[in-house]
């Protein structure tokens, strides 16, 4: 078990699952229980003697390195981490950091720790879209079935990490970028709104206003309005393209706006917004062009209704297994 999370299991920071993992090993052998107890001592007392030590932050920090190395070279006469001469030596360390000034190291490593990784905050749309605003004034639009985490000292570090789909409307500032961190790229803030969709297989930016850059690896490039970028598994290059339509921002709109569209491209929106099945049997009608403005609360079937009406070569027929639009 690390002193990372019996650190936070003490301090009340730990998940619900390390929570569990801490009380399972203290109850499987009394020793553990005894480490834990020793250990939320010297986390107290260090928290106590911080706002009196004598040493600066420097100081201290120099005293740790020295602590420290001492322990890796006292690891090679060590057979096994759980062994009772590991956890006394541990302790003596502990307790001479702690009156060296380790109270304000111990508390502040973890502290930082947390911070840094650990209590990122989150907001998560699961059967609704979501509108918040970030501490920094910026707006998000999350869609449906979609997260975004963002650092704890956002003031001053504007990093975003996001699974699913999100609009982004940013409060510009020169002193502290914004960036939209996925599996695959890293998006820039120059001033701008932007969406990005980040799914299996690929990511999606659609610039709507402003510059973004976005970087992959060696690659880089800057998109402007009306640009995107497609980001597949595996690509060395990115590849600027026009973004024809204003399909990407339904959620956020509450409209399917097609001018000129691929019936396939709409099509793929409204699979995804209504999580239906509708299929098209031939390339020729996938390629097909359509103009029409749906509203999202439109029942699927008057949505389908209506392509019909917009497009009478559309043929629909109905399955257990979906819809099928023929010519």
Known sequence: MSEDILSK????EATEEERSAVEAWVKADARNAEKLKQLEIILNAGQRIAQQSPLTEAEA??????????KQEAKGNVRTITSLRTYR????????????????????????????????????????VRVDTL??????????????????DFSS???IRITGEAFFEVKHDENSPFTVQTKEILIKDIGTAFNVKSVTGHTEVIV??????VSKEKALINLKARER??????????RVEESKDQLYNYYRTNKFVANNTPLRRLVAVINEAYGSNIQISS??????????????????QDVLQVLKETTPEIKIDKSANGIVLHR
């Open 9 to 12: 299991y003490i301090l009340g």
């Open 61 to 70: 920090w120099a005293k740790f390195k020295e602590l420290r190395n001492a």
């Open 89 to 128: 030596w541990l302790q003596i360390a502990a307790a001479i950091l702690v009156i060296i000034g380790g109270g304000w190291l111990s508390y502040n490593f973890y502290k930082d720790h947390r911070s840094s990784s650990e209590q990122w905050s989150s907001l998560t749309a699961t059967t609704a």
């Open 135 to 152: 501490p920094d004034g910026s707006v998000v639009h999350l869609n449906k079935n979609s997260s975004i985490a963002y650092a704890p």
């Open 157 to 159: 570090n504007r990093a």
């Open 208 to 213: 709507e206003s402003g510059i973004v850059s």
């Open 229 to 238: 970028v497609m980001v597949y598994k595996g690509d060395k290059s990115l």
């Open 283 to 300: 390339n020729v009608l996938a390629d097909t062009p359509i103009t029409v403005t749906l509203k999202l609360e439109t029942p699927l």
